[in-house]
Nanobody
Framework: QIQLVESGGGSVPAGGSLRLACEAL????????WGWFRQTPGKEREGIAA???????RYADSVKGRFTISQDNAKNTLYLQMDSLKPDDTAKYYC???????????????????WGQGTQVTVSS
């Protein structure tokens, strides 16, 4: 069982930046896909950035050019650098990971994989 712990959320004004971190506790996780998702009350969960098992990176159109996903394998940590934040980016952000195959369809972790508890990001206008 993998435990994912997110950090780095907070409140910022529009145009500001935040960096989220997601530490995977325990062993090294090789050949995993990883992703960041967000959700606001009453809306469906949105996948915003992902790293596939082969290193391919994907972004949702809503964050392309503003957000950057990266990973530090030595630290077992996934990051999301968020720049030029907008009020529409306000949401609870979750990281997720899966050991490939059915856990990573289309390069995105899914509900079969492992999920963190989330961290709140609030962007004020």
């Amino acid at each position: 069982q993998i435990q994912l712990v997110e950090s780095g959320g907070g409140s910022v004004p529009a145009g500001g930046s935040l960096r989220l971190a997601c530490e995977a506790l325990g062993q090294r996780y090789i050949d995993y896909c990883w992703g960041w998702f967000r959700q606001t009350p009453g809306k469906e969960r949105e996948g915003i950035a992902a790293i596939d098992t082969d290193g391919t990176i994907r972004y949702a159109d809503s964050v392309k050019g503003r957000f950057t996903i990266s990973q530090d394998n030595a630290k077992n940590t996934l990051y999301l650098q968020m720049d030029s934040l907008k009020p529409d980016d306000t949401a609870k952000y979750y990281c997720a990971g899966g050991p490939g195959g059915i856990y990573c369809r289309g390069g995105w972790p899914n509900d079969l994989g492992y999920w963190g508890q989330g961290t709140q990001v609030t962007v004020s206008s």
